[in-house]
C-alpha cells in the first residue's frame, strides 16, 4: 500500500509546517475567528494556537480585532486574514475568451478584465493573458507588486506530453483545448509572468469557486457539473478539491451515452458532450461555437422562447438527467451544482426539464435540494482559477516567510 499524508511520518519541522498551513486555513475560511476556537478546531494546544497567530501577525498576514462582548468581562480577540496582504490573478480560458479576475486573500475582486481570442489557439490564448496581466499592473501598480501566483483554468482534457496531444487533437472540435495545459507551455507563461502558474481544468475550478465563494460554502462533499462548450464536472470531496492526478478528473461529457453516436474530439463516439453543451447546441442551431456572439445569440433565442433552442432542451434533458444520475451513484455527494458560461436561467430550465430525477439509494430528507444552480455565475471558473493560486502558492510562501527550519 503506498503511504499518504495520513500515514506518513514526520519531523518536528515539518509539523510545525503543517500546523501553520491549518491554523491558516482555518483563519482564511472561516474568520473572524477566536483563538480558542481555532484551538478547539485544529486539535492544537492554546499556546499553540496562540504562538502561530503571533508569528502570522508579526508578518503582517493576519491582523486582530476585538469581537463582541458577552456577558461579563472584555471581549476575545478575533483572528482575520489582512486581504490586502496579497493577491492572486485567475484566468478562464476557453476557445471563445479569456475572463481574468484579481482577488485579495478573502475572494474579493479589485479587477476584472476579458477579451475575445484572435484565433482559437495556443498562441492567440497566450498573447490575451499576458496582454490582460499587463492591463492589471498598468491599472492597479500596488496590488500587482504583491500578486504571489496565477491559476489558469481550461476546458480539458489536458495532454502530459507532445505524443498524447496529437491523440487528443485529432479533431478541431471546440470542446477541446489540450495544447495550453501542456507543462512546456506553462512554464512559458510562468516565465514570461515571472510568476508561479497553476492549471485546473474549468469545472474543477468552478467546484473550487463554488466551494469557496458560493452555494458549495454549505458543503464537505459535492459536485459540480460545468455547462460550457463542453461538459465537465468538478468534485469537492472531505473539503478539498479532487482533481485526479492528470487533473482530468470529471471528464464526464466523454462518457459514452451512445455506443457507434457521434464522433468525439477524444477518438470516441457518443460521448455525452456530443449531445449535451452548447457546442451541440450550436450545430443544432448553425452556429459557430469558436464566436463569442453564438453564445450570447443563444440566450437571446432562450429569452424570446425560440421554438428551436426549447426543443433542443426538452430532447437532451434525459441526458442531464443521465448524468446526474451518474454523478450520485459514483460519489453520493450531499449536492450536485450546475453552472456554466451561460445565463443562470438557461440552467434553471435546462434542468427544470430533466425532472423528475432518478431515485438516489438515500432518500432525499422532506425538503431537501439534490440540484442546485450554482450563484457564482459566470465568473466561477474565474474565481476558482484565483482560489486554486491560493490553496496551491499560498501556504509555500507563508512557510518561506514565517517558518525556519529548526
Same mark, same amino acid.
Given at each position: ?20 498551513r491549518v491554523v491558516l486555513e482555518i483563519i482564511r475560511t472561516r474568520g473572524p475567528i477566536g483563538r480558542s476556537e481555532i484551538a478547539d478546531i485544529t486539535s ?66 479589485? $479587477? ?13 490564448? @497566450? ?45 478541431? /472540435? ?10 512546456? @507551455?506553462?512554464?512559458?507563461?510562468? /516565465? ?9 481544468n474549468d469545472a474543477s475550478a468552478a467546484a473550487l469557486g463554488e466551494h469557496v465563494y458560493g452555494l458549495g460554502r454549505a458543503y464537505g462533499n459535492f459536485a ?13 470531496? @472531505? ?72 426543443? $433542443? ?11 446526474? @444520475? ?81
Amino acid at each position: 500500500m503506498a503511504t499518504s499524508f495520513r500515514t506518513r511520518g514526520t519531523n518536528l519541522t515539518r509539523a510545525k509546517t503543517h500546523n501553520h498551513r491549518v491554523v491558516l486555513e482555518i483563519i482564511r475560511t472561516r474568520g473572524p475567528i477566536g483563538r480558542s476556537e481555532i484551538a478547539d478546531i485544529t486539535s492544537l494546544s492554546r499556546q499553540t494556537v496562540q504562538n502561530i497567530v503571533a508569528e502570522l501577525e508579526a508578518e503582517g498576514i493576519v491582523e486582530l480585532h476585538a469581537g463582541k462582548a458577552s456577558g461579563r468581562g472584555h471581549p476575545g480577540m478575533n483572528v482575520q486574514i489582512r486581504a490586502g496582504h496579497s493577491y492572486s490573478l485567475g484566468f478562464h480560458v476557453d476557445r471563445l475568451a479569456v475572463t481574468a479576475i484579481a482577488c485579495d486573500l478573502l475572494g474579493n475582486i479589485v $479587477w476584472t478584465g476579458t477579451g475575445h481570442l484572435a484565433a482559437p489557439s495556443t498562441a492567440s490564448a @497566450n498573447a490575451l493573458v499576458l496582454n490582460l496581466v499587463q492591463e492589471f499592473r498598468s491599472a492597479h501598480p500596488g496590488e500587482a507588486a504583491r500578486v504571489f501566483g496565477v491559476g489558469l483554468a481550461a476546458p480539458g482534457p489536458f495532454a502530459a506530453d507532445v505524443g498524447e496531444l496529437q491523440h487528443l487533437s485529432s479533431s478541431s /472540435d471546440a470542446t477541446t483545448f489540450t495544447e495550453f495545459g501542456l507543462p512546456e @507551455n506553462l512554464k512559458h507563461l510562468s /516565465d514570461a509572468l515571472k510568476l508561479p502558474v497553476v492549471l485546473q481544468n474549468d469545472a474543477s475550478a468552478a467546484a473550487l469557486g463554488e466551494h469557496v465563494y458560493g452555494l458549495g460554502r454549505a458543503y464537505g462533499n459535492f459536485a459540480f457539473i460545468q455547462f460550457g462548450v463542453g461538459l465537465g464536472a468538478g468534485f469537492v470531496l @472531505n473539503g478539498a478539491i479532487y482533481p485526479g492526478p492528470s487533473k482530468n478528473a470529471g471528464e464526464i461529457g466523454h462518457i459514452q451515452v451512445q455506443p457507434g453516436g457521434l464522433a468525439c474530439s477524444c477518438g470516441s463516439h457518443g460521448c455525452l458532450e456530443r449531445y449535451l453543451s452548447l457546442n451541440a447546441l450550436c450545430e443544432r442551431l448553425g452556429l459557430d461555437p469558436a464566436l463569442g456572439q453564438s453564445l450570447v445569440r443563444i440566450e437571446q433565442l432562450f429569452a424570446a422562447g425560440d421554438p428551436a433552442v426549447l426543443a $433542443w432542451m426538452d430532447e437532451v434533458a434525459p441526458y442531464l438527467r443521465q448524468a446526474i @444520475n451518474i454523478v450520485e451513484m459514483m460519489l453520493d455527494p450531499e449536492a450536485i451544482i450546475l453552472g456554466g458560461i451561460i445565463a443562470p436561467e438557461f440552467l434553471a430550465a435546462l434542468l427544470q426539464r430533466a425532472l423528475p430525477l432518478l431515485p438516489r439509494l438515500a432518500p432525499s430528507a422532506p425538503g431537501e435540494r439534490r440540484i442546485h444552480v450554482g450563484t457564482s455565475g459566470t465568473r466561477a471558473v474565474a474565481l476558482g482559477a484565483s482560489a486554486a493560486a491560493v490553496e496551491a502558492l499560498f501556504a509555500p510562501s507563508v512557510s518561506q516567510l514565517v517558518l525556519q527550519a529548526e
